[in-house]
T-cell receptor, first 111, second 111 residues
Framework: GNSVTQMEGPVTLSEEAFLTINCTYT??????LFWYVQYPGEGLQLLLK?????DKGSNKGFEATYRKETTSFHLEKGSVQVSDSAVYFC??????????FGAGTRLTVKP | DTAVSQTPKYLVTQMGNDKSIKCEQN?????MYWYKQDSKKFLKIMFS???????INETVPNRFSPKSPDKAHLNLHINSLELGDSAVYFC??????????FGPGTRLTVT
């Protein structure tokens, strides 16, 4: 089946630290991959996406590269800020009618 | 202007009651969704409606019934509420499945 597995949290970092949140997927065919972010008390927002192998999605200093050989889509940011504290969801869409989310990883950034 | 809105924001009710959550989107999207997020932040799709037709119905109890009076609205009715129904319910809409816009969520507490 189609699913994503992301690293369990919570993740706690100091401001300006490097962030990696791992995400691997299982899918038939060639899915599109996404990262969504949920700030406290809000709904999910699309952070970035990649639709084919070797594509790199980027937004707000976050990046993720679609790696077909390792079936991964790890989220990275070079220098996190307190305002990045949120829950991050990896997701995949195997077709135009479905979206599968990972379990979410809570990130807390301390000043 | 709010793109995807849900009412109520909080809902506290007793076991056995019937309740509804309303969702409206003003984005002109063709597809709307309902998700359930449990206490561990795991997000699970429940329903998807495209032009008022159900296109995904994950294995949710038939006590949950989505109702779409028109393309801009997708309401969720829940019969005979149970303790395990306590969660945050998110409505979302999209024109394409990969760019979903989420509402702020409805926190349902069943006592």
């Amino acid at each position: 089946g189609n699913s994503v597995t992301q690293m369990e949290g919570p993740v706690t970092l100091s401001e300006e630290a490097f962030l990696t949140i791992n995400c691997t997927y299982t899918a038939t065919g060639y899915p599109s991959l996404f990262w969504y972010v949920q700030y406290p008390g809000e709904g999910l927002q699309l952070l970035l996406k990649a639709t084919k192998a070797d594509d790199k999605g980027s937004n707000k200093g976050f990046e993720a590269t679609y790696r077909k050989e390792t079936t991964s889509f790890h989220l990275e940011k070079g220098s996190v800020q307190v305002s990045d504290s949120a829950v991050y969801f990896c997701a995949l869409s195997p077709n135009n009618n479905d979206m599968r989310f990972g379990a979410g990883t809570r990130l807390t950034v301390k000043p | 202007d709010t793109a995807v809105s849900q009412t109520p924001k909080y809902l506290v009710t007793q076991m056995g009651n019937d309740k509804s959550i309303k969702c409206e989107q003003n984005l002109g999207h063709d597809t709307m969704y309902w998700y359930k997020q449990d206490s561990k932040k795991f997000l699970k799709i429940m329903f998807s409606y495209n032009n008022k037709e159900l296109i995904i119905n994950e294995t949710v109890p038939n006590r949950f019934s989505p109702k779409s009076p028109d393309k801009a609205h997708l309401n969720l009715h829940i019969n005979s509420l149970e303790l395990g129904d306590s969660a945050v319910y998110f409505c979302a809409s999209s024109q394409r499945v990969d760019e979903q816009y989420f509402g702020p969520g409805t926190r349902l507490t069943v006592t």
